[in-house]
């Protein structure tokens, strides 16, 4: 690779200033030949097939066009396509992984918010936050002194359905709490769990004796309602469901269900669909807490992204081993 071998923007333009902002901008054009005004949103513009011929980087994001065979065989001289955002499975085709590109995700930078959002709403259910504020808004008033029973966060039962970045890096956010942390996952062996410091149990057994559970597995056919009318039965009573990860692997119509009964309680900032149809019941239901995806990058966390893959950059033309390089199995384990 040329000492500063040329780049091009594969992603949406808006997103270009947004990820990349002056400061991460200026650092990346020390290390790349790169124009912040050519951005190929599709790969069969002319300009965009020209810069194609010689670009040796590709640095895609939301919106980025599928890098199918045709295009890879434009680019001729590509070796590497750092992405700036989660996961490559939206762009990235067969032929990205037969052609032996090297790949990198600012996936570890886009699980941080997810965690820290999600570690924010393990706190707030433990202390029954959502119901308490409701009631302070109808009775605009509350009895000082008063001790709740059933609610904080001493020895509260947090129980983690799958491994992924997000998973692990909850796990890591989560420890200086006193919280009884467990994990489900398939792909993790008793050492595996041992590592990340947590016990490792069936689904049904974590489900069974957790005050709190919050799901990290990917969205696959294999995992689509994953957390069902059986599975929901399962938690007891008082016990509240976060879910930052895909809306298909929670059975709305069996949780909208559990909720009417007032047994449990859930936060969603991902459903399916996305959004909700306007005549869900989840919408009304006082016990369901539904923010708008935005666990993820959002506003000035994105800039995150942007310097994970300006690192790499720097990596990769110092001729080092890419941080955060993937390849083409088990990519949405880890998302």
């Not at 992984?97 to 959002?117: C, I, M």
């Not at 259910?125 to 059933?150: M, N, Q, S, V």
């Not at 919050?214 to 008082?238: D, F, K, Q, S, Y």
Request: glycine share 8%; proline share 8%.
């Amino acid at each position: 690779m040329t000492e500063r071998p040329s780049a091009l923007f594969a992603m949406t333009a808006e997103n270009v200033p947004r990820i990349f902002p002056p400061q991460t901008m200026a650092r990346l054009r020390e290390t790349v030949e790169i124009d912040p005004a050519l951005v190929a949103e599709d790969f069969t513009a002319p300009r965009v097939r020209e810069a194609l011929a010689g670009a040796e980087i590709l640095i895609t994001g939301w919106g980025c066009p599928p890098l199918d065979k045709d295009t890879l065989d434009a680019a001729p001289k590509l070796r590497a396509v750092l992405h700036a955002a989660g996961s490559v499975k939206g762009f990235a085709t067969p032929s990205v992984w037969e052609r032996g590109l090297a790949v990198s995700s600012a996936a570890d930078a886009n699980a941080l918010p997810v965690a820290e959002y999600t570690l924010a709403m393990i706190l707030l259910a433990g202390k029954d936050l959502f119901a308490h504020r409701d009631r302070l808004r109808t009775e605009r008033a509350f009895p000082y002194y008063e001790i709740l029973p059933g609610i904080g966060n001493f020895g509260r039962r947090v129980g983690v359905v799958g491994a992924s970045r997000i998973g692990r890096r909850l796990i890591q956010l989560l420890r200086p709490f006193d919280l009884s942390v467990s994990l489900t996952d398939p792909y993790v062996d008793e050492a595996g769990a041992a590592a990340l410091g947590v016990p490792l149990l069936p689904l049904d057994d974590l489900l069974r004796t957790s005050d709190i559970v919050t799901v990290h597995a990917p969205g696959t056919p294999e995992t689509r309602h994953l957390i069902g009318a059986r599975e929901l039965a399962l938690m007891p009573a008082g016990a509240a469901l976060i879910n930052t990860a895909r809306g298909s692997l929670v059975d709305h119509d069996a949780l909208a269900g559990e909720l009417r009964t007032g047994r449990l309680s859930a936060i969603l900032d991902v459903t399916d669909p996305e959004p909700l149809p306007a005549d869900s019941p989840l919408w009304d239901l006082p016990n369901a807490f539904i923010t708008p995806h935005l666990a993820g990058s959002q506003g000035n966390e994105v800039a995150r992204l942007g310097l994970t893959v300006v690192e790499e950059a720097e990596r990769l033309v110092a001729g080092r081993d890419l941080a955060f390089r993937v390849d083409g199995e088990g990519l949405e384990r880890l998302a």
